[in-house]
C-alpha cells in the first residue's frame, strides 16, 4: 500500500515571496505519477501541477514547481512569488501506473498568504 | 462543460436514514471515485471504479456502498446513517488512472 505524508499542517508566506509545501510518499512501485490540487475556500479541487516518476526533470507551471526527488520519495511544491490568491489548502497526491490503481491523497497543508 | 457533477449540494439526513448521491461526469472517463473530506484527515477514499460494472473497495468503505451501472454515473449509498459519516463528499473522474482527476463540486452531508 502507498502512503502519502504531508507533515507541515500550515504554513504562511508573505505577498510575492517564495514558499515551499513539503510531501513525502512511500510505495514500492517503481512507476507512478505525483499531484498537486490546490483547493481554495470554494471547495474546488484544481490541479495545480503533475509530475511523472521516470521523468527526472522537473515540472514547471507559470510559478509553480516542484522538486522531484524520487531516491528519496519526496516532492514539494514551491510557489514563487506568492499571490493572496495562493491562499488554499494543497493536497500533494499518488497514483502508481499499475492496472486498476487508485489516487491517494496525503492530508493537506493550508497556505495564508500575508499582505 | 458540465463535467463531474455530484447532487445534492446540500443534505441533511437523521441517524438511520438512507440516501444516494450521484456523481456523473460527461467526460467518457473511466475511473471514477468518492472521497471524504474531514478536517486534519485529508481526503480519505471510500470507493473507486475502473469502469463500468466494476467497484472496489478504497480506505474507508464501511457504511457505504457504490454501483456504477453506467459508464458516467456512479452513485454513493448510505443504507444507514451515523453521525461519524458527517462529512463532505467529493467525486472524482478520470481517464486513466495516471490522467488529472476532475472533482465535482462536493456534498456537504450532515447527520442529526
Known amino acids: 500500500a502507498q502512503t502519502v505524508t504531508q507533515s507541515q499542517p500550515e504554513m504562511s508566506v508573505q505577498e510575492a515571496e517564495t514558499v515551499t509545501l513539503s510531501c513525502t510518499y512511500d510505495t514500492s512501485e517503481s512507476d507512478y505519477y505525483l499531484f498537486w490540487y490546490k483547493q481554495p475556500p470554494s471547495r474546488q479541487m484544481i490541479l495545480v501541477i503533475r509530475q511523472e516518476a521516470y521523468k527526472q526533470q522537473n515540472a514547471t507551471e507559470n510559478r509553480f514547481s516542484v522538486n522531484f526527488q524520487k531516491a528519496a520519495k519526496s516532492f514539494s511544491l514551491k510557489i514563487s512569488d506568492s499571490q493572496l490568491g495562493d491562499a488554499a489548502m494543497y493536497f500533494c497526491?499518488?497514483?502508481?501506473?499499475?492496472?486498476?490503481?487508485?489516487?491517494?491523497f496525503g492530508k493537506g497543508i493550508t497556505l495564508s498568504v500575508r499582505p | 462543460n458540465a463535467g463531474v457533477t455530484q447532487t445534492p449540494k446540500f443534505r441533511v439526513l437523521k441517524t438511520g436514514q438512507s440516501m444516494t448521491l450521484l456523481c456523473a461526469q460527461d467526460m467518457n472517463h473511466e475511473y471514477m471515485y468518492w472521497y471524504r473530506q474531514d478536517p486534519g484527515m485529508g481526503l480519505r477514499l471510500i470507493h473507486y471504479?475502473?469502469?463500468?460494472?466494476?467497484?472496489a473497495k478504497g480506505e474507508v468503505p464501511d457504511g457505504y456502498n457504490v454501483s456504477r451501472l453506467k459508464k458516467q454515473n456512479f452513485l454513493l449509498g448510505l443504507e444507514s446513517a451515523a453521525p461519524s459519516q458527517t462529512s463532505v463528499y467529493f467525486c472524482?473522474?478520470?481517464?486513466?488512472?495516471?490522467?488529472?482527476?476532475?472533482f465535482g463540486q462536493g456534498t456537504r452531508l450532515t447527520v442529526v
Open positions: 497526491a499518488f497514483n502508481p501506473t499499475t492496472a486498476n490503481s487508485k489516487l491517494t
Open positions: 472524482a473522474s478520470s481517464y486513466q488512472g495516471n490522467t488529472e482527476a476532475f
Open positions: 471504479s475502473v469502469g463500468e460494472g466494476t467497484t
